[in-house]
């Protein structure tokens, strides 16, 4: 697979601007971008800042103050952005953190009586469909038999796809936050931790387990600062660069990840800060990441493996080409 890069083929004069908020559980992320009623778009902006809504508090179901304001003062730094650019769509949506916080709707309140935007909560579904959309808009036609995998800080959602449809989906309770508050391993991560956190995967993906003996994947495709932050790592280590900005897609080769997970596995926190192409909001929960990725890949075997750059926020993007256009959504 060659990396694909960002549509820049705009040739109406009609042109129209789209914002995307996507508020996750770690990260809350801005995508705006120009487009036409042809399909046609060009990406001006992708930013994120880092909130960690839960901290602390996951396993609590609640937002504690300060992640609160921090997701607070972060929304509305992101929507002061998106609305320099004058976009004739804005819209937000709300996924685990927020969707099973007891003081979620206070959250979406504030944000609404500070910035007049309402943000959309969704269930697991709809987040796992979205994330469908986003990785179809990067990937193009999807042939073969694939399973996309998002990892959040709340929830993980995994997509069985085949022939440009879905074939399962399901949100699960999995997100890297959550593993962090729910296990104490060791620093670095010992042997009997990394068998507990397999034994935990496998217990809690029964479901995933059983979708796979009807259509084995031949393609892993990882969304989320999880995935990018491996490539990222991968890019440093051995092409002395991080991916191009403008990829929507990027194939890993299985030496190169397989040296960066072991590498990981047998790092302490002070030296996670060290290694180049990690941002250090995730050095807490790269290794959970790392070992839940290779658990799907290796307990499954799926033999290839990609990131794709788009997910949830290009999904709900890729609605709004769709209805622009006069394309029916699916």
């Known amino acids: 697979m060659k990396p694909n890069p960002v549509n820049l083929n705009i040739h109406n004069s009609h042109l129209m601007k789209t914002a995307i908020i996507d508020c996750g559980t770690n990260t809350f992320h801005l995508l705006l971008a120009e487009h036409d009623r042809k399909g046609n778009y060009r990406v001006l902006v992708n930013d994120k800042l880092s909130v960690k809504l839960v901290e602390g508090r996951i396993l609590q179901n609640e937002i504690a103050p300060e992640p609160f304001h921090r997701g607070l003062k972060a929304f509305e730094e992101l929507a002061a952005k998106a609305r320099k650019y004058k976009p004739d769509f804005l819209e937000a949506y709300a996924t685990s953190a927020i969707r099973s916080a007891s ?22 579904d709809e987040e796992a469909l979205l994330i469908y959309k986003g990785v179809k808009l990067a990937m193009g036609n999807i042939e073969q038999p694939i399973l996309i995998m998002d ?63 009807r259509v084995a994947p031949s393609m892993l495709v990882g969304c989320s600062g999880s995935f990018e932050s491996l490539a990222s790592m991968i890019g440093m280590r051995f092409y002395e660069r991080e991916p191009h900005k403008t ?68 999904g709900a993007f890729s609605d709004i080409l769709k209805k622009e256009s006069g394309e029916i959504i699916k």
């Open 103 to 124: 003081n979620g709707s206070d959250f979406v309140n504030k944000v609404f009586g500070s910035t007049g935007i309402s943000i959309k909560v969704i269930d697991g």
């Open 151 to 213: 990892i959040g800080g709340g929830s993980t959602e995994f997509i069985l796809a085949k022939n440009n449809s879905i074939l399962w989906k399901q949100s699960f309770k999995l997100g890297v936050a959550r593993l962090l508050q729910t296990f104490n391993p060791s620093d670095p991560f010992t042997a009997k931790d990394i068998r507990a956190l397999q034994a935990f995967f496998e217990k809690e993906l029964g479901p995933l387990k059983e979708q796979i003996k």
């Open 247 to 314: 990829l929507r897609v990027f194939p890993f080769k299985e030496r190169e990840y397989l040296e960066i997970h072991n590498l990981l596995l047998h790092s302490d926190e002070a030296a996670r800060y060290q290694i180049p192409g990690l941002v250090p909001m995730r050095v807490d929960t790269i290794v959970y990441a790392s070992i839940f990725i290779h658990f799907v890949k290796h307990h499954f075997n799926i033999p290839e493996m990609a990131l794709s750059y788009f997910a949830l926020k290009e």
